[in-house]
């Protein structure tokens, strides 16, 4: 089992995986990297660098496993490239109570794709408080 990445500098931290339109069939949860405990999301972006192309609808969500499969990024349309931002919701506002996997889910009707990328980026600080002169 994997576990989360933890850096004891005062710094913004990140999470940044590729995501493409064939990771997983449609509509099924693809688990990337690892969030720590006590982190608190900032903002999660994503980054189209080739356009999702399934006949009617391209969305792509990010969730923490156990919890919301889009509680970090909320069904964004990935239909062209570009680049969007997101907010956590629910369990996923920080600071978080365990160790949490996030799954990217790349959901697609219509004629199935045959292309599609994105990367993408989430932005966390994680519990280091330094507890000096205490």
Known sequence: MSTARR?????????????NFNDA???VAVSKNWLPKGA???RAT?????AFNAATTNMLSVGTAGDSATNIVNAQTVGAVGQFASVPSGAALGPLAADKQVQVTYTQTGAAATAGAAY???????DNDLNIGQ
């Open 46 to 50: 994503a980054t189209v660098t080739s």
């Open 40 to 42: 608190i999301i900032l």
């Open 7 to 19: 850096n004891a500098l005062q710094l913004v931290h990140y999470l940044r995986f590729k995501v």
């Open 120 to 126: 993408v980026v989430i932005e966390y600080v994680p």
């Open 25 to 27: 069939a449609s509509g």
